[in-house]
């Protein structure tokens, strides 16, 4: 047994020869041709919250071993949920592409590589983006006042909003959209 295989089980591409032989002396030789194909690699990236009309860009998706191209679909979505895809593939660059939805709730999106050739299959990951409802402001106006009385706006009924949130003040729409000069 001049140069026997370490092991018979074979993990990378390659070609083992066999000899059988009888106890008389005879024998016979053949080939045995191992194939073994390298799988098509997946990653769909990290859960994302988005708010309501707001895009979600699918950042740290990727593809990669045997696989040459994509595919996202929307697996799962709320009740009415209106999730949109765009730059959906297939194509190799699942990173570019974007989400949109305005109804909350979780959309799973699947990220599905081609199906290469050879043994190994098409692969698939998920990855979750939640969409929250914007907030709504129901401001009731305080009263007028004669000077030099002050208004405290702190104390102004902005409504039912959401719990967990926080109200800042500015002095202009431009401050409060840029979070820029808060009083």
């Known amino acids: 047994e001049v140069n026997a295989l370490a092991s018979t089980v074979i993990s990378t591409t390659t070609t083992v020869y066999v000899r ?52 996202w679909t929307i697996t799962t979505s709320p009740a009415g949920g209106d999730g949109a895809l765009t730059g959906a593939g297939p194509d190799n660059s699942p990173a ?21 050739t050879g043994a190994c299959g098409a692969l698939t990951d998920v990855v979750v983006v939640t969409v929250t409802a914007q907030p709504t402001l129901a401001i009731v106006q305080p009263t007028a006042v004669c000077s030099p009385t002050a208004v405290d706006v702190t104390t102004v009924a902005l409504g039912e909003l959401p719990t967990g949130g926080t109200a800042t003040y500015y002095g202009t729409m431009a401050d409060a959209t840029n979070e820029v000069n808060a009083l």
């Open 96 to 116: 570019d592409a974007t989400f949109t939805a305005t109804v909350p709730g979780a959309y799973t999106l699947t990220l599905t590589t081609n199906d290469p």
């Open 20 to 71: 059988y032989e009888l106890a008389s002396g005879c024998f016979v030789t053949g080939t045995i041709n191992v194939v073994v194909d390298l799988p098509a690699e997946v990653e769909a990236g990290n859960a994302q919250s988005i708010c309501a009309g707001a895009t979600a860009t699918l950042t740290g998706s990727s593809i990669g071993g045997t696989a040459t191209s994509g595919t």
